[in-house]
């Protein structure tokens, strides 16, 4: 178990590194006019190469990556090119909100998902074919048009939730519930759709397995059967495509913080690549990639205490 989670932590790493690098690179590819932006069009020269040099535009490639990782490493990811403002500041309270999106959809993912696999697979029918088709029509709608019908309805037309804004979970429990349940709700559709079908399909499998027919032959009462028995052997398959998810969720929020006017990480990132931020940006691909890496190994180890050959091995 111990070797497990070691090689899921390299993993991570390789991974925040990888993407950290692309990333600057890319950045470090488009900056170059971004002295001149800062400075302004009129300034001289000489003003744009002292501030070129300022922002350490003219060291190699690889010094100015080596600086920043060494700076993330301390909790340090900078200072903004533009406003002066350090990037901690800049994005701390904005975490608090992309990450209550993207967890808030993973949970209410998780469980529709399971409520539709396992109904569709014990009823079978009409049931079954019916949800399926709920599930194919959620995957055709794109997060941004269902985030908008949604407000449009709930928010607009019966005024029963708010269309605009965060509230703080310091502040206001029930606010901040009411402020993310539409946003959560349009991000988590085309993650159930997703997932329904896999429990659904590992569902099936296992119920047809000569065990559960065992157990049935025994008496084991249905909820057990279902629910301790079936729903157990036919998770593991589900985690991994809904960790898989987990990529699009983070995509996803970029557009549907922009429509329920919420300032997360999304919103950020899009106004700093406009700009040529590099220092915002880099903290926000971490911040992001740094996400993905926990919502995963937590579904990891989920994996693992449902799966004993995942703990075995």
Same mark, same amino acid.
């Given at each position: ?43 001289? #020269? ?59 959809? *993973?949970?209410? +993912?998780?469980?529709? #998902? ?57 502040? #206001?429990?029930?606010?901040? +519930? ?17 997932? #329904? ?22 008496? *084991?009462?249905?909820? +057990? ?7 157990? +052997? ?60 926990? *919502? ?18």
């Amino acid at each position: 178990m111990l070797r497990f989670f070691a090689h899921r932590i390299g993993e991570a790493v390789v991974l925040v590194v990888g993407v950290t690098l692309l990333t600057f690179a890319v950045m470090s590819a488009l900056s170059g006019t971004v002295a001149r932006q800062i400075v302004g069009q009129t300034a001289s #020269s000489e003003a744009v190469q002292q501030k070129a040099s300022q922002l350490g535009l003219d060291d190699p490639f690889w010094v100015r990556y080596l600086d920043w990782i060494g700076g993330a490493l301390h909790g340090d990811l900078g200072t903004s090119w533009f406003s002066g403002e350090t990037v901690n500041s800049l994005l701390g309270g904005k975490v608090p909100i992309t990450f209550s999106l993207v967890v808030g959809a *993973i949970l209410v +993912s998780g469980l529709v #998902s399971i409520v539709f696999g396992v109904t569709a697979a014990v009823r079978g029918g009409w049931v079954d074919r019916v949800l399926q088709i709920v599930a194919v029509a959620g995957f055709a709608f794109p997060s941004f048009v269902l985030g908008l019908l949604l407000a449009l309805v709930l928010a607009v037309h019966w005024r029963l939730l708010p269309a605009f804004g965060y509230v703080p979970l310091g502040q #206001s429990f029930v606010g901040w +519930s009411a402020s993310l349940l539409l946003p959560v709700g349009a991000l988590a559709v085309q993650v159930v759709a997703a997932t #329904s079908q896999q429990v659904r399909g590992s569902m099936v499998d296992v119920l047809q397995s000569d065990f559960i027919r065992t157990l049935r032959s025994r008496g *084991i009462s249905p909820a +057990s059967l279902y629910l301790r028995h079936g729903l157990r +052997s036919a998770a593991p398959p589900a985690l991994t495509v809904l960790g898989l998810q987990t990529i699009g969720l983070i995509g996803g929020t970029v557009v549907v913080e922009k429509v329920f006017g919420l300032l997360g990480l999304g919103t950020a990132i899009v106004s700093a690549a406009t700009q040529g931020d590099v220092p915002i940006v880099m903290g926000v691909v971490t911040i992001m990639v740094l996400i993905i890496v926990v *919502i995963n190994l937590l579904l990891d180890i989920a994996y693992a205490w449902l799966n004993p050959k995942v703990r075995a091995a």
